[in-house]
């Protein structure tokens, strides 16, 4: 077969399984709805401790614990004596460059203990980075009696930056929201048939997990997976090509977004706009700045990013805001709250959607509108543009003061 009948298949398979979501009303996310997809402790953390927790508002006692200690096969805690306690402090971060197996401390996302002193840790990843000798430190609290966890979207394996000369299935184990959490939510949604408000509530997250992974119902999963093994060939050639084909329309908007920025600055008496990488790297950005500012480094520069579609922030939705970079101790921060994305951003903006596609250029649904819609394409820029200047209108008053008092 060839790759265009196999894509002819594949889009099928894809329609009907959009079809039975529509019929089904899954388009209506509370989640989506609230822009809390990617928060990884806010949402994933919060929602998976709570259903652990024995004492939990489900009123399910130990029964949706149980479950998940099976699906994860994990048999070194006592589940009748098991707690739950979300973003574990276990003591001030210590790094050590020359012995990593000596570094300690940090938050664990998801912390279960027995009252035998056994424990088991999760470290939940949506789209965050790996942390410096993350995963050993974690593997150091409670040693020889916990357990670790590394918990993804897909399974991929932690950075060696995280987990060292720790060996996997031995000093920690790999777990997926593909396959683990969505086997226990579904577990969990056989426990609670008989709780309405509860079952749903489930199904509400298990919908979103099935957007993040990719995931189908079963039946059209094996249907297409099916269609792939059969036509392997033709499936490996589009495997092989699909980043370059989205990379393709990255650049269109990287470069589109540039253009008009730095046409609507062109005359402004300090500020200048340039691009900063490629869309091949990570963090492919739009810098507008104040030229009095220092050269050699990009402190309180405005970022707009990324227009690579892999990074690691907020899913690879785009934002805006103010860059802090190490020892992340600019004056102009007025209060820690005002920091994130590891105190890199100040007053951080999310780009909003724009006639319901995210602004992301990893979302497949917003990279195909973009290519095969060439109006929406000059309105999604338009956007995008739009709120990237109505940021700096805003924020650049109280900066340009900033930097006229001479400390910036």
Not at 193 to 220: A, C, F
Not at 247 to 263: I, M
Not at 324 to 335: E, G, L
Not at 345 to 371: C, F, V, W
Request: hydrophobic fraction near 35%.
């Amino acid at each position: 077969m060839t790759v265009n009948n196999l894509l002819r298949q594949v889009k099928i398979i894809v329609e009907n399984q959009k079809r039975e979501a529509r019929l089904k009303g899954e388009g209506f996310n509370i989640f989506s709805i609230l822009k809390a997809e990617y928060k990884e402790n806010q949402t994933h953390s919060n929602f998976i401790g709570e259903l652990l927790n024995p004492n939990g508002s489900h009123l399910m006692g130990r029964r949706f614990l149980v479950a998940f200690l099976s699906v994860i096969e994990d048999d070194s805690l006592d589940h009748q004596t098991t707690t739950v306690t979300l973003e574990k402090n276990i003591g001030k971060v210590h790094i050590d460059e020359e012995a990593p197996e000596n570094s300690r401390g940090g938050r664990i996302d998801i912390f279960l203990k027995d009252r035998n002193n056994n424990s088991l840790c999760i470290e939940n990843k949506i789209h965050a980075l790996d942390q410096k000798h993350q995963l050993v430190r974690y593997y150091n609290y409670n040693k020889g009696s916990n357990t670790v966890f590394y918990l993804t979207l897909d399974g991929k394996v932690p950075s060696d930056d995280s987990a060292c000369n720790l060996t996997p299935d031995e000093d920690y184990k790999i777990i997926s929201y593909r396959q683990h959490i969505m086997d226990w939510l579904e577990e969990c949604q056989r426990i609670a048939v008989d709780s309405p408000i509860l079952r749903e509530s489930i199904n509400q997250y298990k919908i979103l997990i099935k957007k993040l992974t990719g995931r189908m119902e079963d039946r059209h999963n094996e249907q297409l997976i099916d269609s792939i093994l059969t036509n392997f060939e033709a499936a490996k050639t589009i495997a092989d090509n699909i980043t370059h084909a989205r990379k393709k329309v990255c650049k269109q908007v990287f470069d589109a977004v540039f253009e008009r920025l730095n046409e609507e600055y062109r005359n402004h008496p300090t500020l200048n706009v340039k691009q900063c990488n490629s869309v091949h790297h990570k963090f492919a950005q739009v810098f507008i700045y104040d030229s009095r500012l220092d050269k050699e480094s990009v402190e309180l520069y405005f970022t707009l990013e990324s227009f690579s579609g892999d990074s690691p922030h907020y899913g690879s939705r785009l934002f805006i805001g103010i860059l802090n970079p190490p020892p992340h101790d600019s004056d102009f921060v007025k209060s820690s709250d005002t920091l994130t994305v590891y105190k890199w951003i100040i007053n951080e903006k999310q780009i909003s959607s724009y006639e319901g596609y995210e602004p992301n250029l990893a979302d497949h649904r917003t990279i195909q509108k973009l290519y095969t819609d060439k109006t929406f394409m000059q309105k999604f820029i338009a956007h995008i543009v739009a709120e990237a200047s109505g940021y700096v209108e805003e924020q650049y008053p109280e900066l340009a003061a900033f930097i006229e008092s001479g400390e910036g």
